[in-house]
């Protein structure tokens, strides 16, 4: 059993930027893939970014890349998303999600064991 606790949402201008972390316990940390997902009202749940158990590989949705940047440390157990250039498009809850490694980055909600409670993200036009 995986426990996800995600932080750092908030409300931001257009423009600007927010460091969402997630910290886990509860299983070996470094044996865990991690994702951010996030689901805006009437949408579905959509994969943002993943990162590999090392940190070395790493996925980003078009809507994302070159915007936000994912990372990890294992050492203290937390995945950072850092979100830049935010657009009121960004709004949604924010999940962060976890499955025991392996060697494909996974992006479906699918194939992810444990979730987060969520935390929410609103840009302000």
């Known amino acids: 059993q995986v426990q996800l606790v995600e932080t750092g949402g908030g409300l931001v201008q257009a423009g600007g930027s927010l460091r969402l972390s997630c910290a886990a316990s509860?299983?070996?940390?470094?044996?865990?893939?991690l994702a951010w997902f996030r689901q805006a009202p009437g949408k579905e749940r959509e994969s943002v970014s993943v990162v590999n158990w090392s940190g070395s590989n790493t996925y980003y949705s078009d809507s994302v890349k070159g915007r936000f940047t994912i990372s990890r440390d294992n050492a203290k157990k937390v995945v950072y998303l850092q979100m830049n250039s935010l657009s009121p498009e960004d709004t949604a809850v924010y999940y962060c999600?976890?499955?025991?490694?392996?060697?494909?980055?996974?992006?479906?909600?699918?194939?992810?064991?444990?979730w987060g409670q969520g935390t929410q993200v609103t840009v302000s036009s």
């Open positions: 999600a976890a499955r025991p490694a392996g060697v494909s980055m996974v992006t479906s909600r699918d194939g992810y064991f444990w």
């Open positions: 509860g299983r070996t940390f470094s044996n865990l893939g």
